[in-house]
């Protein structure tokens, strides 16, 4: 054992874990929540849990550091992944089912829509956490809160 290891620091991501944060999203005002396993924004390496509730949106975006790859593997429920060209016409569309990941590269135009209640995936990406940027936001999709975000939501799920 590596001196200092602290097996009791081991965290099991089990059921009713799964369970406890889809709670949390039902809840939040925003139908989603997060649950980092890393320490600090400052890490190297950003791993988390996201719940998913049916309604929340997520304004299309993309990463630009080089380093920014996403990954990302749905857990439960279902989530349709959506990405775009930069005039903002969907390009590619997939669903995701329990067990499917998407690796999204950097500068990827993308978003995701909750398909089912208590959907819950596991991401991964480079630290250190940095906000958006405007270049990073995509300007064909209305921001969160913007009265026209449910129409943008509802035409994406539109044919799922």
């Not at 944060?21 to 980092?36: I, Q």
């Not at 250190?128 to 994406?156: I, K, N, Q, S």
């Amino acid at each position: 054992m590596i001196p200092g290891a602290d097996p009791s620091a081991v965290r099991i991501a089990d059921a009713a874990f799964l369970d406890a944060l889809c709670r949390e999203a039902a809840s939040s005002p925003r139908l989603r929540k997060n649950s980092n396993l890393h320490a600090s924004n400052d890490y190297p390496c950003h791993r988390l849990f996201n719940a998913l509730q049916p309604g929340t949106y997520v304004r299309a975006h993309r990463h630009l550091e080089p380093s920014k790859d996403e990954t990302l593997v749905l857990l439960r429920g279902a989530m349709l992944a959506v990405f775009f060209d930069d005039g903002g016409t969907v390009v590619r569309r997939e669903t995701l089912r329990p067990g499917m990941a998407v690796d999204v590269p950097h500068g990827t135009w993308h978003t995701f829509a909750c398909l089912e209640p208590d959907t819950v995936f596991f991401e991964a990406k480079a630290g250190p956490y940095v906000p958006m940027t405007p270049d990073e936001a995509a300007p064909f999709a209305p921001p969160e809160g913007d009265p026209a975000a449910p129409a943008f939501l509802a035409d994406l799920l539109a044919g799922t």
